[in-house]
């Protein structure tokens, strides 16, 4: 970091960005950590870095290749719009896993995953073949994942506990089936950088 330093490392709302552009890669990689505690976040040992009183509970590091500069700067940006939204932090903390924590970050307000299970807002979908299912105008399963396999939805498909569900829409139609079924708003890294948590 030192050595190949851009500047101040961005902290804001318990976050931090730590960057650099390296010319070793070929395309951008993005390490996710959650720390659950807080830790202080202090960039590097030269002073140049940002440091905040909020204790830090999301650290996004990010590498880019030397020859992307524009790429490098639209995900910190798009990273740092994230953060700033006032949903970001609990559904960051609230995440069960690895996936879930991907999924807090890289929201869309266009797409929604959610895991069919009895203990849950959407448990009236299980045994529902997919013509019985009732969702807003404008919005569509595109995707279940059953078991590790993708199952191609049709209407004869039947939900099943544990299903996780891959819904596209128009944005007020992914917010009813959110408010629905309580389902926490999530999205994918899209042609984003490769992501490890």
């Keep these: 970091m030192t050595g190949t330093r851009m500047g101040a490392t961005p902290v804001s709302h318990g976050a931090a960005l730590p960057h650099v552009r390296m010319k070793q890669l070929e395309r951008p990689f993005l390490l996710l950590a959650r720390v659950r505690g807080g830790a202080r976040f202090e960039d590097g040992p030269v002073g140049a870095g940002a440091t905040s009183d909020q204790p830090i509970q999301a650290v996004f590091f990010l590498l880019g290749p030397?020859?992307?500069?524009?790429?490098?700067?639209?995900?910190?940006?798009?990273?740092?719009?994230?953060?700033?939204?006032?949903?970001?932090?609990?559904?960051?903390?609230?995440?069960?896993g690895d996936d879930q924590l991907k999924e807090a970050l890289f929201r869309n307000e266009r797409l929604l995953v959610m895991t069919l299970s009895n203990d849950s807002g959407n448990a009236p979908l299980i045994g529902l073949k997919l013509r019985d299912v009732s969702f807003p105008d404008g919005t569509l399963i595109a995707m279940i994942r059953r078991d590790g396999k993708l199952v191609v939805p049709t209407g004869d498909t039947v939900l099943f506990d544990g299903d996780r569900l891959t819904v596209l829409g128009r944005s007020e139609g992914i917010s009813?089936?959110?408010?629905?079924?309580?389902?926490?708003?999530?999205?994918?890294?899209?042609?984003?950088p490769g992501v490890t948590s």
């Excluded at 009813?176 to 984003?192: C, F, K, M, N």
């Design 66 to 96: 030397v020859d992307d500069p524009g790429r490098h700067l639209r995900i910190l940006a798009q990273i740092a719009r994230r953060v700033d939204q006032d949903s970001f932090m609990p559904e960051w903390l609230g995440a069960e």
């Design 176 to 192: 009813a089936v959110r408010t629905r079924y309580g389902v926490v708003p999530v999205s994918t890294v899209g042609d984003g």
